[in-house]
């Protein structure tokens, strides 16, 4: 598809916002927004809009937060919501895997060491959000302790093994104590998970199996089934913390402590102490505690672990440096400008956890379908153990056991968990990168990306564009013109009129004094100086007809690429006049080029929008060319105009939009995916669902490949998840499979599906060095 330039309206100087109204989101239904993943054996709680933590505290209730302790994957964390939600004063619960967060609205303070008895009861410890762990405890556990019931069980059951050549019998009560004993942890776990609103836990059905192996007389079965259980949670758990080790990396980049200022002395203090314009000193190799403002004059930090830009950046006097950062070259004072909690590192924590919440639809998908696919496999189980010997005289042990195993085979555990854990780790991925991307949603709407539509000024180009021309004409001087312009752009924010006003700073000119200042919107400027109105606008928005050398310095200037206005002036009760032409050029990004041929490779179509004149942006499409092909591109659009333009093609492909300024943040909302420059408006970030941290141009393409990866991973998860159950399912009814075997399938599967979404966190690119 070829989309050609077909708009000719106009854009210069300041441009009011657009106000786009939010529409509701799929994404904030009940099903999605529940944190993590439903428990991976377990029928989720009712889906109720208190069981969601709202996004913005009500003023009445207390806001709490703990750090939770135990956690081996994402079903635990619905665990804990679905016990701390059932507490009376508990308006919701909102648990963060990633980040390990507990998030409480609470009625009453009064519930606070209720809440922590709970989570003790369904087997979970709280601590401070504050606290740090203590090394010393950390350094104490070893693969001997940390596995003491796996080892035990499994010492038991070759003890048992043994005697069973010499005693039979002692061998088989021998099998019976080991499974007891090791079942008696999991018994009290199902039972607590039933009274805190999850009665059909793993835990459960492996107590239900275990018991009935044993009732069966299939003692070394049931301690195998016990053992194989403990082997795959245990998996589980080391996947988990890998698939956490990124955010756990992130949240390590922020220092304990820091070397404040204090009348000219150094003093060390927490970090978590550290006030608004506090003075820190930083030495080389240590990282900053806080966001800071370079009070010294230069200095090399290194960005990497947050930006992914191997190179040390150089910093100059009053730049302002993210917390994490490390300092390279020299010691050096800032002046912290965070507040506790609110550093770059809290930031990106704060959308990661946003992220949680925002569901890929296959995930919401399966949340639902787990909700009434075990309690259903319990009834197909239970149908299975008593028709065939209630209508066909069947033996009643052999179906049982055949039932049995089908409890076993048929936990979604695996399938549940394929979508989270490979997501989680394609987010951490891209995170490691310097790529924020705000949830599955947004990660899988990448991977469907057809066309890329790009905001000119400040993501295509650097967003700082100079003056190269100031032509004046009625006998005008370039000083004369530069003051009258800079006296109707003086106080404006937009990228042009700061550049005109450092023009005139830069050559002394003194600005003259201008009244009754007002925007035209797509027009320009204008305003009075010494009675006459001077106006600044496009030159086909101008209501006076050019003259032909005016007209033909007009077209050389926007031929070379080059934004132009025109600058007239109208005394009172007489006919403006054209006074100068005032040209800019903004440089493009270095990557800009070998972004857009790396997108050209995936297919993915990219397109220019941008408010210039037409001679402007073809001249731009040309330096972008791919292949001898000028960029596609859309001229002289308003923020109204983009915003439709992107509702049009959205009709036809799937589009995503990057942008960084204000007036982008309307045209981002109506495509269907969007990514935001990190150095764009706080506006364009908020609105994005994806931001590059680092302003390279050529992560789009490797998130889009990441996305595309993803999704790949997701599809070969399941079919591993739903495979191996279709084929043990069908073996264990006819009876060639045991109950072992089936536990092995489904830890099996659970392992599988895990180790293939760990590939992700080695991922590399294709179409970037």
Not at 22 to 47: R, V
Not at 71 to 89: L, Q, R, S, T
Not at 624 to 644: C, E, G, I, R, Y
Request: aromatic share 4%; glycine share 6%; hydrophobic share 45%.
């Amino acid at each position: 598809m070829t989309i050609k330039n077909v708009n000719s309206l106009s854009h210069i100087s300041s441009i009011q916002p657009l106000s786009v109204a939010k529409a509701p989101s799929a994404e904030t239904s009940c099903a999605q927004d529940t944190t993590g993943t439903s428990s991976c054996c377990s029928q989720s709680a009712p889906c109720q809009a208190n069981n969601e933590a709202p996004a913005a505290s009500n003023p009445d209730h207390e806001r709490q937060e703990w750090k939770v302790v135990g956690m081996d994957c994402p079903a635990c964390a619905k665990k804990v919501e679905n016990a701390v939600i059932k507490i009376e004063g508990v308006v919701s619960a909102k648990v963060l895997f990633a980040t390990e967060k507990l998030v409480v609205q609470l009625q009453s303070p009064a519930t606070h060491e209720q809440i922590e008895q709970t989570c003790v009861a369904a087997g979970f410890q709280l601590t401070s959000v504050h606290s740090t762990p203590d090394k010393s405890e950390k350094s104490k556990g070893s693969l001997f302790t940390d596995n003491i019931q796996i080892i035990s069980i499994a010492l038991g059951m070759i003890v048992a093994a043994l005697l069973k050549s010499w005693s039979p019998q002692a061998s088989q009560w021998l099998f019976t104590l080991t499974c007891v004993l090791g079942l008696i942890p999991i018994l009290k776990s199902a039972y607590q998970l039933t009274r805190s609103g999850t009665p059909f836990a793993i835990e459960t059905l492996m107590s239900v199996a275990a018991l009935g192996a044993l009732y069966l007389g299939e003692t070394a079965e049931a301690a195998m089934v016990l053992l194989l259980f403990l082997i795959g949670e245990r998996l589980e758990a080391f996947a988990a913390s890998r698939a956490r080790s990124g955010v756990q990396a992130l949240m390590a980049l922020v220092p304990e402590s820091a070397i404040k200022i204090i009348d000219n002395q150094r003093v060390t203090i927490a970090a978590s102490e550290l006030q608004l314009d506090d003075v820190i000193e930083v030495s080389p190799g240590s990282r900053l505690p806080a966001d800071g403002q370079l009070l010294d004059d230069t200095v090399s930090v290194d960005e990497s672990a947050l930006t992914g830009e191997s190179l040390p950046v150089e910093k100059q006097k009053g730049d302002n440096v993210m917390a994490g950062s490390i300092v390279v070259d020299r010691v050096v004072r800032f002046k912290a400008i965070s507040k506790q909690g609110e550093n770059a590192i809290d930031r990106i924590l704060h959308l990661i956890e946003e992220a949680e919440s925002r569901k890929a639809p296959l995930e919401r998908f399966l949340d639902k379908f787990s909700r009434w696919y075990t309690p259903l496999m319990m009834v197909v189980a239970l149908l299975v153990v008593i028709t065939p010997p209630l209508l066909f005289a069947q033996p009643w042990e052999t179906w049982v056991y055949r039932g049995l195993a089908l409890l076993l085979i048929a936990c979604p555990c695996a399938l549940v968990i394929s979508t989270p854990a490979a997501i989680t780790s394609g987010l951490a991925t891209a995170a490691k990168r310097g790529a924020l991307i705000k949830g599955g949603a947004a990660l899988e709407q990448l991977g469907k990306v057809e066309v890329m539509a790009f905001d000119k000024t400040g993501t295509l180009t650097q967003g700082k564009p100079t003056v190269t021309d100031v032509i004046g004409l009625d006998n005008l001087t370039q000083d004369e013109l530069l003051s009258l312009a800079g006296a109707i752009e003086t106080g404006s924010n937009h990228p042009l009129a700061k550049s005109l006003l450092l023009k005139a700073q830069q050559q002394g000119v003194i600005l003259a004094e201008a009244t009754d200042k007002q925007t035209l919107a797509g027009v320009g400027v204008q305003g009075k100086v010494q009675g006459q109105i001077i106006r600044i606008s496009s030159p086909s928005k101008l209501s006076e007809a050019l003259t032909p050398s005016v007209n033909t310095t007009v077209q050389q200037l926007e031929d070379q690429g080059k934004t132009v206005v025109v600058v007239t002036r109208q005394p009172e009760q007489q006919a403006a006049s054209v006074i100068g032409i005032i040209a800019w050029q903004d440089t493009l990004r270095s990557d800009a080029k070998q972004a857009l041929s790396a997108l050209n490779k995936l297919g993915i179509q990219a397109i220019m929008l941008t408010g210039d004149n037409p001679r402007s942006a073809e001249a731009i499409s040309k330096k972008l060319s791919s292949d001898n092909k000028p960029m596609d591109f859309q001229a002289s659009l308003l923020p109204k105009d983009k915003v439709t333009f992107i509702e049009k093609l959205a009709q036809q492909s799937h589009v995503a939009m990057v942008g960084d300024g204000i007036n982008d943040a309307p045209a981002m909302k109506a495509a269907n995916v969007s990514v935001a420059m990190g150095s764009g408006t706080d506006v364009a970030l908020e609105t994005a669902d994806s931001a590059i941290t680092h302003n390279r141009l050529t992560e789009l393409a490797v998130m889009i490949e990441l996305s595309q990866a993803t999704l790949t991973n997701i599809r070969q998860n399941v079919t591993i998840a739903l495979g191996l159950k279709a084929v043990f399912l069908v073996t264990s009814l006819l009876g060639i499979t045991g109950l072992w075997v089936a536990v092995l399938a489904d830890s099996g599967a659970t392992a599988l599906v895990t180790a293939n979404a760990l590939r992700l966190l080695r991922f590399k690119p294709k179409n970037i060095d």
